[in-house]
């Protein structure tokens, strides 16, 4: 998807959001404390403008907040401003995020004729109970509801989930999955949770009522959720929070934080493909074939995962060597005993 589509991004945190969900601090999660103006959309929108094209589609996204919870006169403003932009070709497309139960068809119908071509919503997880610990105010069913709707209205969606929420398991984060492939998206995005100082979730961490959803933990889940969506033709296309400044700073106080979670779970997805070719391999010395662009992957960082298949099969010498314009990520490509 962003191989066509370049993104101008306009956060606005915690605008319209009529709940307050115990993960969340729009502020502090994108960086972002000032309210976004439509001044504001028409100097950034100015800004891109002067910097050449590459030919991919470019889509004005409003992000951060729940977009179609606001006051329509404020929505009103900040889409005129992106259909300004449209009309003057600066901009190709609208894109904003949502929650499942601010939508409905007169909605969808006053988005599209401002230029709105991609919903995001916020579906987080399939699980009642985490829903509800999670403060989210909606149930699955209303995410059914809501993606049903704006799929017959001819918009791209995109679903975001979360894993590690108050309740989650990763039993419960594979069935979310795997409801929202049903809903047959054109993308998704997997958050991990972090616990971010000043939420009612920091709170919880602190006296011991929710336990942290670690890096670790997190990339096992994950490891397992890619190739499902991938299996499915669905993107995934972001895993992990976006890094910025306050998260990396401290406001990250614990949780599934990482600049590179994403690399972290390709990187354990091929250890998990290499420990089920070498789980049946006699005693000897063993060459594992992986495409070239992926070898740093393969070894992981530090070259860990080399590390632990060594550790883990002992009886095995094994290399993990790259092969240019090979047919799958990581095969058996050789045993010598």
């Given at each position: 998807m962003s191989a066509r589509r370049s993104i101008l991004p306009v956060f606005v945190p915690h605008m319209g959001c009529p709940h307050a969900c115990v993960f969340c601090d729009q502020r502090r999660i994108s960086g972002k404390r000032k309210t976004v103006t439509p001044e504001d959309v028409r100097a950034l929108v100015k800004q891109a403008a002067a910097l050449p094209r590459s030919g991919a589609a470019r889509q004005l996204a409003f992000y951060g907040g729940s977009f179609t919870a606001i006051p329509e006169t404020v929505q009103a403003a900040l889409l005129e401003a992106g259909r300004e932009a449209m009309e003057a070709g600066q901009v190709d497309s609208l894109?904003?995020?949502?929650?499942?139960?601010?939508?409905?068809?007169?909605i969808l119908e006053r988005l599209w004729s401002f230029g709105v071509r991609t919903i995001e919503l916020g579906a987080q997880s399939m699980d009642e109970e985490v829903l509800r610990r999670a403060g989210r105010g909606h149930s699955a069913k209303d995410l059914r509801r809501a993606a049903r709707m704006i799929r017959e209205a001819g918009f791209e969606l995109i679903l975001q989930m979360m894993t590690g929420l108050p309740g989650d398991t990763l039993e419960k984060s594979l069935y979310t999955a795997r409801e929202l492939i049903a809903l047959e998206p054109d993308g998704v995005r997997i958050y991990p949770t972090v616990i971010v100082r000043g939420t009612e979730?920091?709170?919880l961490w602190?006296?011991?009522?929710?336990?942290?959803?670690?890096?670790?933990?997190?990339?096992?889940?994950c490891a397992r959720l890619l190739p499902l969506f991938e299996e499915a033709g669905i993107p995934v296309i972001r895993l992990g929070l976006n890094p910025?400044?306050?998260?990396?700073?401290?406001?990250?106080?614990?949780?599934a934080y990482h600049p590179a979670l994403g690399e972290l779970v390709k990187?354990?997805?091929?250890?998990?493909?290499?420990r089920e070719l070498l789980r049946t391999v006699p005693p000897g010395k063993v060459k594992l074939g992986v495409r070239s662009s992926l070898l740093s992957q393969a070894l992981?960082?530090?070259?860990?995962?080399?590390?632990?298949?060594?550790?883990?099969?002992?009886h095995l010498a094994t290399e993990i060597v790259p092969v240019d314009d090979a047919a799958e990520d990581l095969f058996f490509l050789e045993q010598k005993v």
């Open positions: 894109r904003l995020s949502t929650r499942p139960d601010a939508v409905d068809e007169r979730l920091f709170d602190r006296r011991g009522e929710y336990r942290e959803h670690t890096v670790e933990e997190a990339v096992n889940w910025t400044e306050e998260l990396s700073g401290g406001e990250a106080a614990a949780g990187s354990r997805i091929l250890l998990n493909r290499a992981g960082q530090h070259r860990r995962n080399l590390e632990t298949l060594r550790r883990e099969f002992p």
